[in-house]
């Protein structure tokens, strides 16, 4: 069993940046694929990014060239890094693990782009 606390979250000017943390707790083992989702107000939630364990990369397009996903398997750690933030990307962001089959959320954390 994992769980997983996402943190980072804020208010923040169009514009600006963010940078998401989440931490594992329990094993990382048969964990194969980790990222990130959101879910915006009124609509459904939907994948941002998303790496594997060779490191492979996915973003959805309305974040490629802005977003980078990456990880520190020592620290148990997922990040997201969020550079020329617009309000459209205000939501609530998921962190995500596929492990053994399984899917695991966070809790979530909220980031509000807004002037």
């Known amino acids: 069993q994992v769980q997983l606390v996402e943190s980072g979250g804020g208010l923040v000017q169009p514009g600006g940046s963010l940078r998401l943390s989440c931490v594992v707790s329990?094993?990382?083992?048969?964990?194969?694929?980790m990222g990130w989702y959101r879910q915006a107000p009124g609509k459904q939630r939907e994948m941002v990014t998303i790496i594997n364990e060779q490191d492979d990369t996915t973003y959805a397009t309305s974040v490629k060239g802005r977003f980078t996903i990456s990880r520190d398997a020592a620290k148990k750690t997922m990040y997201l890094q969020m550079n020329s933030l617009k309000p459209e990307d205000t939501a609530v962001y998921y962190c995500?693990?596929?492990?053994?089959?399984?899917?695991?959320y966070g809790k979530g954390t909220l980031v509000t782009v807004s002037s």
């Open positions: 995500n693990a596929l492990k053994l089959g399984i899917d695991v």
């Open positions: 329990g094993s990382i083992l048969g964990i194969n694929v």
